[in-house]
């Protein structure tokens, strides 16, 4: 018995002593953790998740794409780089003519609709040309109104106004137009424009006139050179009597220049035609007309008009103006556009004189006839040619 009690007692010591030592080791475990716990809060605020990824310097941190190599490039057509580092591109130039026809019935000056490609016959320097597509287009109109107004006479000045109306009724709400007048000089009194209200205080501003010359041919020069800047298909209306006063430029420069600008279809409307008629065929414009005949005035507009596949008109009356501008309309917004290559490739600079002739399917002249089987006379308006680019163009 003396044996075993100091070994309990022991034993009991032994649990007593042993328990207090987890307990403080618990209590002190908080403050030896503490300081590595509140270190760690700038890392947790390091996570790439949460709301806080797109602040300050971690936006940079995370493009990988700066130390990472670039994709490599997707195929693409070999090009040649100039010492500047642009590119460009190699162009072969094919030469490709679209030619505006007009065919209209002689009698009721009623556009022919209907043709293919088959009906035209196209001649350039008298060789026949394999004509690759034809179709026919009805499209807004890009017109400058070129007006002699001038102090020469109060009756071609009411002609060309009555003229001037007449076209202006005839507008469409896209249509485009410029107001240019001219005597001694040109005067742009509206540039291209779809507001009616302009064209027509442009018009109403013809009161007093101030020269008596008229330099038609500076005057249409002019006209030609700023419509050669003009994108599309542009017209010109010359309303005026055809002669020529003082310009710089002769008759054969300006025919020169009306060949050498594309796109350009001239419709001119001849002044005094009555007036003349009256006092016997002197063309009734006091002196100046007395060096120019009023038929070679008139000859010169019908040969612009007949350059560039227009028409010319010499009204009498006042009567006759809505049907010529419902010619010139039926001529301006309906139109075949025929596309053929050239046989004559060469870029010479060349005028190339162009031919369309109707042909039915066995290369016989096109006959035409009414229901009544009445044969119809028609005629074939297109320009007379064309120059061919140069090599440097």
Do not use: C, W
Not at 53 to 82: M, S
């Amino acid at each position: 018995m003396s044996f075993r009690l100091p070994a309990t007692l022991l034993a009991l010591a032994a649990l007593l002593f042993a328990t207090p030592t987890p307990t403080i080791q618990a209590q002190s475990a908080p403050a030896a953790q503490t300081p590595p716990a509140q270190q760690t809060k700038p890392d947790q605020n390091t996570d790439e998740s949460g709301p806080q990824t797109d602040n300050g310097p971690l936006v940079i941190r995370k493009k990988p794409e700066d130390n990472e190599p670039p994709p490599p490039p997707a195929p693409a057509e070999p090009t040649v780089k100039n010492p500047d580092n642009e590119t460009f591109s190699l162009r072969v130039d094919v030469p490709i003519v679209n030619l505006n026809v007009n065919v209209i019935l002689d009698k009721t000056h009623q556009f022919v609709p209907g043709l293919k490609a088959g009906n035209f016959l196209v001649l350039e320097d008298g060789v026949p040309q394999t004509i690759t597509s034809v179709r026919m287009t009805q499209t807004p109109i890009t017109a400058v109104m070129l007006l002699e107004f001038a102090a020469n006479s109060y009756y071609l000045i009411n002609d060309m106004q009555n003229a001037s109306y007449s076209f202006f009724r005839t507008l469409r709400p896209d249509d485009y137009v410029a107001v240019v007048t001219y005597d001694l000089h040109t005067h742009i009194l509206t540039d291209f424009t779809n507001n009616r209200d302009l064209i027509a205080q442009a018009l109403q501003s013809l009161t007093i006139p101030g020269f008596s010359d008229t330099d038609m041919f500076d005057a249409l020069y002019e006209t030609l050179d700023r419509l050669s800047r003009v994108e599309g298909r542009k017209y010109i209306i010359l309303i005026g009597s055809g002669r020529d006063t003082f310009s710089k430029l002769t008759l054969d420069k300006i025919l020169a220049k009306v060949k050498a600008t594309p796109n350009v279809t001239i419709f001119s409307i001849g002044t005094g035609a009555l007036l003349n008629e009256l006092r016997g065929g002197r063309g009734g414009m006091g002196g100046g007309m007395a060096d120019l005949n009023y038929l070679q005035a008139q000859n010169q507009l019908k040969t612009f008009a007949a350059m560039t596949g227009g028409l010319s008109f010499s009204p009498v009356f006042q009567g006759e103006l809505p049907d010529i501008f419902s010619q010139i309309n039926n001529s301006i917004r309906n139109q075949y556009v025929l596309t053929y290559r050239p046989t004559n490739t060469k870029n010479d600079g060349s005028y190339r004189k162009i031919q369309v002739l109707l042909v039915d399917n066995e290369g016989h002249p096109l006959r035409m006839q009414d229901e009544k089987g009445k044969p119809l006379k028609y005629s074939i308006i297109t320009r007379d040619g064309y120059r061919a680019k140069l090599p440097v163009e």
